[in-house]
């Protein structure tokens, strides 16, 4: 089993930055893709980034692209989102997930563990 914990969500006025941070504990870290997504009200789940195993290879949602960065430390089992340039349409429900088999990807199916999401707002 792997737990996740999201935290670093909060209240953010429009242009503002956020860093959120995923804990990881139980099954190993390292050798697994991680991915955050979010969910917006009366949305779907969305992707926003992922990163492997190793951090070499990145993934992002167009709507991120150059505003949001994506890295790890497989020491502190710790993912984070940087997030810079925060829009309205950005606040939702974000959420970290772990794959332990298979590439980096963008699907929410394909992920094997979910933490409980925290919550992003962006006033503007």
């Known amino acids: 089993q792997v737990q996740l914990v999201e935290s670093g969500g909060g209240l953010v006025q429009a242009g503002g930055s956020l860093r959120l941070s995923c804990a990881a504990s139980?099954?190993?870290?390292?050798?697994?893709?991680m991915g955050w997504f979010r969910q917006a009200p009366g949305k779907e789940r969305e992707f926003v980034a992922a990163?492997?195993?190793?951090?070499?290879?990145?993934l992002y949602a167009d709507s991120v692209k150059g505003r949001f960065t994506i890295s790890r430390d497989n020491a502190k089992n710790t993912v984070y989102l940087q997030m810079n340039g925060l829009k309205p349409e950005d606040a939702a429900v974000y959420y970290c997930?772990?794959?332990?088999?298979?590439?980096?990807?963008?699907?929410?199916?394909?992920?094997?563990?979910w933490g409980q999401g925290t919550q992003v707002t962006v006033s503007s």
């Open positions: 997930a772990a794959r332990f088999l298979g590439s980096i990807t963008v699907v929410a199916g394909r992920y094997d563990y």
């Open positions: 139980g099954r190993t870290f390292s050798g697994n893709t």
């Open positions: 990163v492997s195993w190793n951090g070499g290879d990145t």
